[in-house]
Structure formats: C-alpha cells, structure tokens
C-alpha cells in the first residue's frame, strides 16, 4: 500500500494523516471545508513541532512528513488512486452511508475502505458499498499519534484476508491491532462509555462535584485523566452519539445517556472543541478551570 486517502480532518482525521505520513505514506486528507482543512495542517505541523521538540524525530522527519500530506476538497478525485481509504467524518449513519457509496463509486475497484467510526455498524456501512468484503473498521484512538491501540472491526462480510492486511498495516505504523466483531460499540466504547455516563450521573446527582469525580479516577485508579476531562476530550457530542448507538443497538436502557449530557450537548457545550464542556478551555494557562456552571 502506497496511497491512503483520509476522510474528514477534524480530530482524529488529521491525527490518522499524521501517523500515516510519518511512516512515508503519500497522503490525501479529504474535507468539504478548506478551512477546516487548512487548520488540520496547522495542527499536524504544531504535533511534529512538539516531538521535535521531545527528539522524538528530527526536523527533516517533519519537514518530509509534511510533504506527504496533501488536501482536496473534492472526494471523487482524492480517492481516485487510494490503496486505502480511511474514513472519519462525523459520527452519523447517514452521512457515512453517503460518503461510502460515493467512495465505493470513485475509488479504483481493489482498495481497502476502512471506516474510523467509534460505534456504528461496519456491516451496515458495507452494505452501502458494492464490495462488503473490503469494508472494515480501523478504529484508532486521540491523540492518534500517541495511543497505540487500533480496533479492527470486521463486518459480517469483511473477507480474513482484508482483517490480516489491515492488522499487518496497523502494526507496520507502531500501532497494536485488536481485532473485534461488529456489535454496537465494539469493546472499547462498549466498556468506556457507561464509565463516562455514570460519571456524568455522579455530578447529576450532586455526588461529587467535577474535580472531585476526575480526582477519584486518576489518584484512585491511575487513569491518566479524569472521566470528566476524557469526555471533554472525546466531544460531548460523541459521546452522546455513541450511548444512543449502545442504547438502540442492544434495546437496553442501562445506556441511556445522563439528561445533564443531553443538556450541554443541546446548549453547544461540547467539550474542548468549543471552548467549553466540564471545564473551560478558553483561559490561556495548562490547569484546568471547570466550567462556571459546575464551579
Ligand atoms: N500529538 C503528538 N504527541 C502528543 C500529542 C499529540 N496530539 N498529545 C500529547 N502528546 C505526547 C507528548 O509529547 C508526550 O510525549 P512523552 O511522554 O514522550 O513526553 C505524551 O504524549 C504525554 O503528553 P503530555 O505530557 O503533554 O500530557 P499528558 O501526560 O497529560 O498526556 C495524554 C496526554 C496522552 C492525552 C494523556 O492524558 C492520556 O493518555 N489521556 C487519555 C487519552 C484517552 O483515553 N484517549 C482515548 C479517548 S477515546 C477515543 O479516542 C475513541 C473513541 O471512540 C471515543
């Protein structure tokens, strides 16, 4: 594989393009927004400035992993020479079921599309595509370019030796490959998701208070952040987005997002990405300043 075509330079978009990029694979990072595009750039150039920074590469490695990143706004034509194509766009059925067809469409007829979606149907993404055995998931994780685990997906349809290419590529970045079968929220959100919601429940509730809750998860249990801050850090959206998948998917009400989580996604309060979620990121300064309306 030579040409990987990423879909989507929000987040994890431009982190996957990073990662690839970094190992001398050609690039094309696809958005419908050439600002949200431009500020991908910015940001991939601003995370190989920090492990230059670490000596974790050298400043010829960033200037030739930024050489490998190229932009299109148009789909058709940037995924027209992919031996793989990664797609993360938002998490909505809808949206991926469109842009599956139109890269089934447009991609030359042996590449790998492989969707970065962190909950829905692989199989039902494949099943928009005239070719469900090369549909896969490749789930990675934020910030894509530090967190090792990829989770393979395979859809009812995906062919083994697709799963064995896409867990050889996935190693070949540095990365460590799980394999997992396609049910709603495959393991790690499956697991994650109901330790987010019942954090959000705790503050609901008026248990804990926000740094209370992040303080008893990182001291108590060694996580590296609090679930609080974790979903900040995911998007508030997401998150919700992926309960609703659990909840639908299994019919089980034990994954019913917190009404608190409904509450801030409605009124825009989406985390980092806004300025404002559990905290508030707008102040200049690393410590954490939790949101005026938990304070
Ligand atoms: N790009 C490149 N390197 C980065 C980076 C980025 N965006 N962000 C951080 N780093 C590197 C730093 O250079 C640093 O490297 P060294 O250890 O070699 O010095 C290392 O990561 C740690 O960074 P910091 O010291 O600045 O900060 P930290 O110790 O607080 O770590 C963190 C930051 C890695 C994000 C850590 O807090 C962490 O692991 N948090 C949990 C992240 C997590 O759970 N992610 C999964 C979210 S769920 C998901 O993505 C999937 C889904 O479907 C919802």
């Known amino acids: ?41 910015g940001t991939i150039e601003k995370n190989l400035d920090r492990m230059v920074r670490k000596e974790k590469i050298s400043e010829a490695d960033k200037a030739a992993t930024l050489r490998n990143v190229v932009t299109s706004t148009d789909l058709a034509s940037g995924v027209k020479n992919a031996d793989l194509v990664v797609e993360a766009a938002t998490e909505r ?131 590296p952040m609090g679930p609080l801050q974790l979903a900040d850090f995911v998007g508030l959206d997401v998150c919700l987005a992926i309960l609703n998948v659990l909840k639908d998917g299994f019919g089980n009400p034990k994954y019913a997002p917190c009404p608190l989580l409904v509450n801030m996604v409605a009124a825009g309060k989406l985390g980092r990405k806004t300025g404002e979620g559990f905290y508030n990121y707008q102040g200049a300064g690393k410590d954490l300043v939790v949101a005026e309306q938990f304070a």
């Open 93 to 223: 059925l809808d949206l991926k079921l469109k842009i599956f067809k139109q890269i089934d469409e447009a991609a030359p007829e042996n590449a790998i599309l492989a969707s970065n979606t962190s909950s829905i149907s692989i199989t039902k993404i494949a099943a928009a595509t005239n070719r469900p055995e090369k549909v896969i998931g490749m789930h990675f994780f934020n910030p894509v370019p530090v967190m090792k685990l990829v989770e393979v997906i395979n859809g009812y349809g995906t062919s083994k030796a697709v799963t064995a290419e896409i867990m050889e590529l996935s190693e070949h970045l540095g990365k460590v490959p799980v394999e997992i079968k396609d049910y709603p929220g495959f393991a790690a959100n499956r697991m994650l998701m109901p330790l987010l919601n019942e954090a959000f429940y705790t503050l609901y509730e008026g248990v804990a208070g926000v740094q209370e809750i992040d303080t008893v998860m990182k001291l108590g249990m060694g996580h």
């Open 1 to 41: 594989m030579k040409n990987i075509t990423v879909i989507g330079a929000g987040t994890m978009g431009n982190g996957i393009a990073h990662v690839f990029a970094m190992k001398g694979f050609a690039v094309v990072l696809v958005d419908i927004s050439q600002a949200a595009l431009d500020k991908a750039l």
